[in-house]
């Protein structure tokens, strides 16, 4: 069965500082791993995704994560925090068995992280 | 905007009553997914449709039970509803539904309110 884990329900970070969203997963199959951003009163909006092309993604707005397999993670990086980023990150993780005589595309997604910025 | 399209986005409702919550997919997605996003159990698949048939099933109530229509919008019927139903209903769709890093789009969400 395949799992995530985010590291922190909160946290909190000055303008312009480092943004630092902890996610581990735990797979039998190789995964792929996703993160996405809701912000209030909106859906899921996908920031970037990791599907064994790159170790180190790039996603949208300044947003980057890299998969370390041997540490099991895909943290989620931005160098320079800004107001308009506070919101939920949400890590997750792509069903990848077989069903139904195909693959599942299902998400399976961690608990979230709400995200603050002090200006 | 997302290109996935939920209605209502607001629904206030009584115990015991049953509702419908309607999605339509972006142009083009064959798969449709439904996740429920409560503040204990947080955000759970809860069925997957592609192409008008059931595709995979999660953590849904027997209560529950959903559909993809020939136009290939779909449905959430929530039966006998508990004060536990309340939460966020999300609907996602995708190209192929088959996983493998496939990005799935969500829509804004319906949020279900059970007095």
């Known amino acids: 069965a395949q799992s995530v884990t985010q590291l922190g329900s909160h946290v909190s970070v000055s303008e312009g500082a480092l943004v630092l969203l902890r996610c581990n997963y735990s797979s039998s199959v190789p995964p792929y791993l996703f993160w996405y951003v809701q912000y209030p009163n909106q859906g899921l909006q996908l920031l970037l995704k990791y599907t064994s092309a790159a170790t180190l993604v790039k996603g949208i707005n300044g947003f980057e994560a890299e998969f370390k397999k041997s540490e099991t993670s895909f943290h989620l990086t931005k160098p320079s925090a800004h107001m308009s980023d506070a919101a939920e990150y949400f890590c997750a993780v792509s069903g990848s068995h077989m069903n139904y005589g195909g693959s599942q595309g299902n998400l399976i997604f961690g608990k979230g992280t709400k995200l603050s910025v002090k200006p | ?115």
């Open chain 2, 1 to 115: 905007d997302s290109g996935v399209t939920q209605t209502p986005k607001h629904l206030i409702t009584a115990t015991g009553q049953r509702v419908t919550l309607r999605c339509s997919p972006r142009s083009g997605d064959l798969s449709v997914y439904w996740y429920q996003q409560s503040l204990d159990q947080g955000l759970q698949f809860l069925i997957q449709y592609y192409n008008g048939e059931e595709r995979a099933k999660g953590n849904i109530l027997e209560r529950f039970s959903a559909q993809q229509f020939p136009d290939l919008h779909s449905e959430l019927n929530l039966s006998s509803l508990e004060l536990g139903d309340s939460a966020l209903y999300f609907c996602a769709s995708s190209v192929h539904g088959q996983g493998l890093g496939e990005t799935q789009y969500f829509g804004p969400g319906t949020r279900l309110l059970v007095l």
